[in-house]
């Protein structure tokens, strides 16, 4: 692997009609990621619905992404859970399967916690994992979570466990944070959640991207990721998903580029975006990435 992060597309994931994981399309969409430039996929993330996917459930996706032949260096897990032992239990299972990064967001039932209360979480989840514990990079999504990773937290995770708190993914879409984090910890893995920050974050230092969008844009994700180049269209397009729910959204982008409406499906609580929503969307798609081929 190279030095650099690189980009990892946050692999959506696929629900047939009955409500089970297509796990054969899914992988389909993981190869295709792969082959268009993506350094790994990024399985169980806010994309992924893996807040909606259980344990059981995440150990059949992994061992058949395995059995496919995608190496778990090219994987990296998403963990969503507030118990310290289900958030242990998950990440020791992807662990142990040999997959690259543990993405692991902060608990998020609770709200108003403090620095320390977070601190004594992750420092729990750790002691749980014992030696298994390795290449940690932590999840800053308030607008998801609602629980903030303020920079002097990320501090004293990195400080107290070194070689397990590797790297932050910074999916704030708050730029003054994101400069404060590169500048007081531009030598951890920072990932930029928000494709509008990504090539100038990348210009700054951090080491690339686990993006959404590059479920079908990989090619352009890419470049922002890797080589911190603008975008603009992208930028563009970014505020278009962000009219709707981004996972139905992202999705919906995906059925569209692939011509598979399986791709529509999501989990409740999620519900689909209307069919008038997904011509919005599309529309504004094709206005800023069709015309390049004319």
């Not at 920079?151 to 070689?163: T, Y």
């Not at 930029?192 to 974050?201: T, W, Y």
């Not at 709707?244 to 409406?261: D, L, N, Q, R, W």
Request: charged share 20%; aromatic share 8%.
């Amino acid at each position: 692997m190279s030095r650099k992060f690189g980009l990892s597309v946050a692999l959506t994931t696929p629900f047939d009609a009955s409500g089970n994981i297509a796990i054969g399309t899914m992988i389909k969409q993981a190869e295709l990621s792969l082959a268009s430039g993506c350094s790994s996929v990024t399985l169980f993330g806010t994309t992924g619905e893996g807040s909606s996917i259980g344990t059981q459930e995440r150990e059949r996706v992994l061992d058949a992404f395995l059995g496919a032949g995608i190496a778990g260096e090219r994987m990296i897990a998403g963990i969503m859970a507030d118990s310290v032992e289900n958030a242990a239990a998950q990440a020791k299972s992807a662990l142990t399967r040999g997959v690259r990064n543990i993405l692991l967001a902060p608990p998020f039932y609770f709200k108003n916690v403090s620095d320390e209360g977070l601190f004594q979480w992750f420092s729990a989840v750790f002691a749980r994992l014992g030696d298994e514990a390795r290449d940690i990079i932590v999840y800053n999504i308030p607008s998801v979570t609602m629980v903030p990773l303020s920079v002097a937290l990320i501090g004293r995770l990195r400080d107290a466990f070194p070689g397990i708190v590797t790297g932050v993914k910074d999916s704030s879409g708050d730029w003054p944070y994101t400069e404060a984090l590169l500048k007081a910890h531009g030598d951890l893995i920072i990932l930029i959640g928000d494709e509008r920050h990504l090539a100038k974050g990348v210009r700054l230092g951090g080491q690339g991207a686990i993006s959404g969008m590059a479920n079908f844009v990989p090619r352009e994700i890419r470049l922002m990721a890797e080589e911190g180049k603008d975008d603009p269209r992208v930028e563009s397009f970014v505020p278009e998903l962000l009219k709707f729910p981004v996972t139905a959204a992202v999705k919906a982008m995906v059925a569209h580029i692939s011509g598979e409406e399986i791709w529509l499906a999501v989990r409740p609580p999620l519900v689909s975006i209307s069919g008038e929503g997904r011509n919005q969307l599309i529309g504004a798609f094709d206005t800023l990435f069709r015309s390049r081929a004319a």
